[in-house]
């Protein structure tokens, strides 16, 4: 039995719902994220928080999966911060959703000044509702830097505590800058970039695994919604015990999701 924490069900087919439930998926939270290509309008928006918040929990449901989700621009789509702001402003409409978690994935893509400037008014959104958050870090040429510059950005904002932020796509060279913090981290799990299931593996031998989760991502490009199971099956060929794999990839999410009163397995 897991948990995907951080997967884009609006990028895959049916099969793989039944290929999660399979393998022994029981729960997953879909972050909102770029949809392969820039929404020209914020009406495109609101039908992707109706998709996240209508349609996919009737589709998880048919194999037994709970779905939950989260509300945000996402960064790449962060540039233009007038058209930002305007999807900003449908929030309120979707937060009474029984499967609304928080905001995310917020973060940073190009760590420019704008992207920064929303990541900011997100993270304001969210304290003032009280609400979890769930971040995305650049990509590797920027991921210290930007993972740096969001530490920095929700510190500035003294209503935020860190046990109620999860960073996304750590790596081996961002994960105790992270844990050090005192936010949680998650471990995004591609099949040759990023996090594959073996570096996962090695960072909990080297980092432990409190405040610590695996997840597939599971979007547009090369990716496997099947990466969290074979993480387990990894970390099991290396000799961890049950409680070790179980903490990671079902007690940790649970924990960490709990706090926003609607996560339910």
């Given at each position: 039995?897991?948990?995907?924490?951080?997967?884009?069900?609006?990028?895959?087919?049916?099969?793989?719902?039944?290929?999660?439930a399979?393998?022994?998926?029981?729960?997953i939270?879909e972050?909102?994220?770029?949809?392969?290509?820039?929404?020209?309008?914020?009406?495109?928006?609101?039908?992707?928080?109706?998709?996240?918040?209508?349609?996919?929990?009737?589709?998880?449901?048919?194999?037994?999966?709970?779905?939950?989700?989260?509300?945000?621009i996402?960064?790449?789509?962060?540039?233009?911060?007038?058209?930002?702001?305007e999807?900003?402003?449908?929030f309120?409409?979707?937060?009474?959703?029984?499967?609304?978690?928080?905001?995310?994935?917020?973060?940073?893509?190009?760590n420019?000044?704008n992207?920064?400037?929303?990541?900011?008014?997100?993270?304001?959104f969210?304290a003032?509702?009280?609400?979890?958050?769930?971040?995305?870090?650049?990509?590797?040429?920027?991921?210290?830097?930007g993972?740096?510059?969001?530490i920095?950005?929700?510190?500035r904002?003294g209503?935020?505590?860190?046990?109620?932020?999860?960073?996304?796509?750590?790596?081996?060279?961002?994960?105790?800058t992270?844990?050090?913090?005192?936010?949680?981290?998650?471990?995004?799990?591609?099949?040759?970039?990023?996090?594959?299931p073996q570096?996962a593996?090695?960072?909990?031998?080297?980092?432990?695994?409190?405040?610590?989760?695996?997840?597939?991502?599971?979007?547009?490009?090369?990716?496997?919604?099947?990466?969290?199971?074979?993480?387990?099956?990894?970390?099991?060929?290396?000799?961890?015990?049950e409680?070790?794999?179980?903490?990671i990839?079902?007690?940790?999410?649970?924990?960490?999701?709990?706090?926003?009163?609607?996560?339910?397995?």
């Amino acid at each position: 039995m897991y948990i995907d924490p951080h997967i884009h069900m609006v990028s895959r087919t049916t099969d793989d719902y039944q290929r999660m439930a399979l393998a022994g998926c029981v729960a997953i939270t879909e972050p909102a994220f770029w949809a392969g290509y820039d929404r020209s309008s914020p009406q495109g928006f609101y039908d992707y928080f109706r998709l996240l918040t209508e349609y996919e929990p009737k589709r998880a449901a048919t194999y037994g999966i709970k779905h939950h989700t989260w509300l945000c621009i996402n960064p790449k789509e962060a540039e233009d911060p007038g058209f930002a702001r305007e999807v900003i402003a449908l929030f309120p409409q979707f937060l009474d959703r029984p499967n609304v978690l928080g905001i995310g994935e917020i973060g940073l893509n190009k760590n420019s000044r704008n992207e920064l400037q929303i990541l900011e008014e997100h993270i304001a959104f969210a304290a003032k509702h009280d609400l979890l958050i769930l971040v995305h870090t650049p990509h590797l040429e920027d991921k210290l830097k930007g993972t740096r510059l969001i530490i920095d950005a929700i510190r500035r904002n003294g209503d935020i505590q860190p046990g109620r932020v999860l960073i996304d796509h750590v790596e081996e060279h961002t994960v105790k800058t992270v844990l050090d913090a005192g936010f949680w981290a998650g471990m995004t799990l591609y099949p040759d970039t990023k996090c594959t299931p073996q570096r996962a593996a090695d960072i909990v031998e080297m980092y432990g695994k409190e405040r610590l989760w695996i997840n597939s991502a599971g979007d547009w490009g090369h990716s496997d919604p099947l990466a969290v199971p074979k993480a387990q099956v990894e970390m099991r060929r290396r000799g961890h015990d049950e409680a070790t794999i179980r903490r990671i990839s079902f007690e940790n999410p649970v924990t960490f999701l709990s706090q926003s009163g609607k996560f339910h397995v």
